[in-house]
């Protein structure tokens, strides 16, 4: 039944988006920006359309306009080979992760990156920037390499990828951050230099989210590891950035790279670990819980408030919808009435977030009592 | 000059954090990333104003008004939101509200 309702939502959006685009078109030229930045930007913005799952997935316009522009290149280049062409044709019937639209995007980057002739390196780098999320799978790439994608507990995801003759061209300037607060996501192509690494983990990209649940905030986490000879060390490097990372972010990481669950310095105000305090204050009743408050189990403040807030928790805050998404409404009003309590409110031109999902009206009539 | 109400969409967010990426990289200034939103701004206006075209209904019971700047800030709580096709229920909603007589102003 809410399909119905997002139906019209992806035309809505995709023509927002290409009017946006177009019309941008002139300004980044203007600036000198190369062509190539705005359909970044183009990609990058669907991406996040797409993982917020308020919206459906790719036009197939836009991936015949990929396609296009592949082929475009590939003429320019003239380094088609055979190998890459046949390897084309492998992509897509290995193709079987659950995100198809992402994987749809795959054989086309490929395509583009193999038929221009660059290295495996680049192909899987540039693989990794556009789609933000690579579905758990492997890939083979234009040289016959197999890319391995790693999807950690915390949906963040690595690439690992097995290189022994590369020679890599970086096309997203590479730029290490520790990150900060709520960073954006920065990707960062790295790239052994040369060939012959008796090590196999040559490039470990991290491009996404991490997203942490803890405090029940999305984080957008800006992960990057450093290219070098050391593969394994620097996997370790790159751990430990990981952990600076949310540590800055949220502090809300004890010190264990990117888990989901609550620290546990966190305390718990309700549920079932506080029965042992609440047992005692209903046996010992009257003056003994003013004792108790000096006794304090570990837990500062929270037994004062045991007692007050024990009545007053209607459990609302954790029977909220599945999301944490507040649920938002941004549009403008044509009138707003009130007798006595009773509001009644005419809205039109409206963007609804509701339950994670994103509703469109023209216009909307409602009421409520205050 | 059209409101940047509809920046914090998702819309708008996923806009500005791809903005905010391309300028981490130096591959856009922020001025650049600017002229974008404006421009983001003024396409979405025009979409809802013409390309839009459905209604919808509310009921519920209101928490908090605010009116200030001449945007109303709305916290409902218990609200149903009623199209023809479906029904939504959430438990705390909230509305910003520009005023949409004229979009003449554009409120930050």
């Known amino acids: 039944m809410s399909n119905q309702l997002n139906l019209p939502q992806p035309k809505l959006y995709r023509s927002v988006i290409e009017d946006v685009i177009n019309e941008v078109r002139e300004l980044f030229l203007d600036e000198g920006v190369d062509e190539q930045v705005l359909m970044e930007l183009k990609t990058l913005w669907e991406n996040k359309l797409m993982q917020s799952k308020a919206v459906e997935g790719f036009n197939t316009e836009e991936q015949a306009a990929l396609q296009a522009a592949a082929q475009q290149q590939a003429q320019q280049a003239q380094q088609a080979t055979q190998q890459a062409q046949t390897q084309q044709v492998l992509l897509p019937p290995q193709q079987q992760a659950p995100q198809q639209q992402v994987i749809v995007q795959d054989p086309k980057i490929l395509q583009h990156m193999s038929a221009t002739g660059m290295n495996a390196a680049t192909t899987a780098a540039t693989l990794a920037l556009p789609t933000g999320i690579s579905p758990y799978q492997q890939l083979i790439t234009s040289q016959g390499q197999i890319l391995q994608v790693l999807r950690a507990a915390n949906g963040t995801q690595y690439i690992i990828q097995p290189q022994q003759q590369m020679v890599l061209q970086q096309q997203v300037l590479p730029q290490m951050q520790p990150g900060g607060g709520q960073a954006p996501v920065i990707q960062q192509v790295l790239a052994p230099l040369q060939g012959g690494l008796p090590q196999q983990t040559g490039v470990i990209i991290q491009p996404q989210q991490v997203i942490l649940t803890g405090n029940n905030v999305q984080q957008n986490a800006q992960v990057q590891g450093g290219a070098a000879p050391g593969g394994p060390q620097q996997q370790q490097q790159i751990q430990q950035q990981v952990q600076q990372v949310q540590q800055v972010q949220g502090g809300a990481a004890p010190g264990v790279p990117q888990q989901q669950q609550q620290p546990p310095m966190m305390l718990q105000v309700d549920g079932a670990g506080d029965t042992s305090s609440e047992d005692e204050d209903e046996e010992e009743e009257y003056d003994e819980e003013e004792d108790e408050e000096k006794e304090k189990d570990g837990e500062d403040g929270q037994v004062e408030e045991e007692p007050l807030n024990s009545e007053d928790d209607v459990s609302d805050e954790e029977d909220q919808e599945l999301f944490d998404t507040e649920n938002v409404v941004v549009c403008q009003y044509d009138k707003i009435h009130r007798s006595k309590n009773k509001w009644k409110f005419h809205l039109k031109d409206g963007i609804m977030n509701l339950n994670g999902r994103d509703y469109v009206f023209s216009k909307a009539i409602g009421d409520a009592e205050w | ?108």
């Open chain 2, 1 to 108: 000059m059209a409101y940047q109400l509809y920046r914090n969409t998702t819309l708008g967010n996923s806009l500005q954090e791809s903005l905010d990426e391309l300028i981490q990289t130096q591959q856009i200034t922020p001025q650049l990333a600017l002229q974008v939103l404006l421009q983001f701004d003024k396409a979405i206006n025009t979409a809802l104003a013409n390309r839009v075209r459905n209604r919808v209904n509310f009921k519920g019971s209101l928490n908090t008004y605010r009116f200030c700047d001449n945007v109303w800030t709305f916290v409902l709580n218990d609200v149903e939101f009623r199209e023809v096709t479906d029904l939504v229920k959430v438990d705390k909603v909230k509305i910003v509200a520009c005023d949409g007589k004229n979009t003449g102003n554009a409120a930050e």
